[in-house]
């Protein structure tokens, strides 16, 4: 069977590999393990650093891919049968092969009454759940969310299902912010031209935002900016997985602005994937507007690199395995 190789910073191939095997009985501490084979899955900007190569991240056979939908192809444990589809989170996002051994409590039912990659988006709805859990009541307070890839544009769309009164969304790029107000924005701003403590003030008659979120992350993160848009005994959600060190962060400033700073890491399954299941199978939200390309795995070097140069409008790049064709056909 095939699995990811990422052989030097940039580059991909998938390389041939023994298949998985169960032992009969789980191991000790496991209440039961599947093996999955993933169908229809798709690209995070958690896994761009192994993509990109960083020191700070190992990198092994398998990184990097942890959101998808797929079929159980061997079970040694009660909680699911064998051709059962669920949706999967494989851990340290080694699912990059066409089976995987897995532990049975890292998958989830999916919704069946919208499109599969529809589906899917119950895995990063699922993290903006989680976070969102973090905050106060959200209900009639002005939110910022800085980036509008996304975990910005599900950011976007939980708030309005959570009753915020403002939602601005911003971002560098104008192509982003056209999705936007899809996802639930109400107003956006586009960071490369235009100061956006300026402009968000001006949307909020001088005012500053109740609460920031920060959905960029990695070395690209915009944690200064998220100060300068945090008012007064602010709060900010630090959403975006960050680097290990942060160089030139002006925790001073946002000291004396009695911010209170949230993180979020690691969700619920047994609350947050099945809530953000339900919400997508409810129709409360509509996570189509951010489901922008679809590779096939033979074509994973250009997706990859689509999805990490945000080219061509790129929000969230599906990428089918080999399974989904041979099940449909």
């Known amino acids: 069977m095939l699995t ?23 191991p000790n501490g496991v209440s039961g393990q599947i093996i999955f084979q993933p169908e229809t899955t798709c690209l995070c900007g958690s896994d761009l650093p192994y993509f990109n190569g960083w020191d700070e991240w190992p990198i092994e056979q398998g990184h990097s891919l942890h ?27 080694q699912g990059l092969s066409e089976r995987f051994i ?9 919704a069946t009454n919208v499109p599969e990659e529809e589906a899917l988006m119950a895995q990063p709805l699922g ?46 790029l104008e192509s982003r912010l056209k999705v936007s107000p899809k996802m639930g924005a109400t107003a956006t701003v586009c960071n490369a031209q235009q100061d956006p403590v300026a402009a968000v003030k001006q949307i909020l008659n001088g005012n500053l935002p109740d609460i920031v979120i920060e959905c960029v992350g990695h070395q690209d ?18 959403f975006g997985v960050p680097p290990q060190f942060i160089n030139g ?11 209170t700073v949230h993180t979020s890491v690691n969700p619920d399954f047994r609350r947050d994937f099945p809530l953000a299941t339900q919400w997508i199978q409810e129709g409360r939200i509509d996570v189509s507007p951010i489901i922008t390309h679809t590779y096939p795995l033979a074509r994973l070097q250009e997706a990859f690199e689509l999805f990490r140069d945000r080219k061509d409008g790129a929000i969230k790049v599906i990428v089918n395995f080999p399974a989904k064709k041979t099940k449909a056909g």
């Open 221 to 238: 993160q915009q944690l200064n900016l998220c100060i300068d848009l945090c008012k007064t005994a602010g709060r900010l959600l630090c």
């Open 127 to 172: 993290t903006a759940i989680f976070a969102l859990k973090k905050l106060p009541n959200i209900l009639d307070l002005d939110v910022a969310v800085v980036g509008q890839g996304p975990m910005g544009q599900l950011m976007n769309a939980s708030l309005r299902t959570m009753g915020a009164r403002q939602i601005i969304g911003i971002d560098l």
């Open 249 to 259: 962060l002006r925790w001073r400033d946002l000291f004396f602005k009695n911010v």
């Open 4 to 26: 990811g190789d990422l052989y030097a910073p940039g580059k991909i191939r998938l390389i041939d590999v023994p298949e998985p095997t169960l032992s009969p009985t789980p």
């Open 67 to 93: 959101e998808m939908i797929g079929t159980i192809t061997a079970t040694n444990g009660k909680k699911w049968r064998v051709g059962d589809r669920v949706l999967a989170v494989p851990e340290m996002q």
């Open 102 to 110: 897995l532990n049975e409590n890292r998958a989830i039912t999916i």
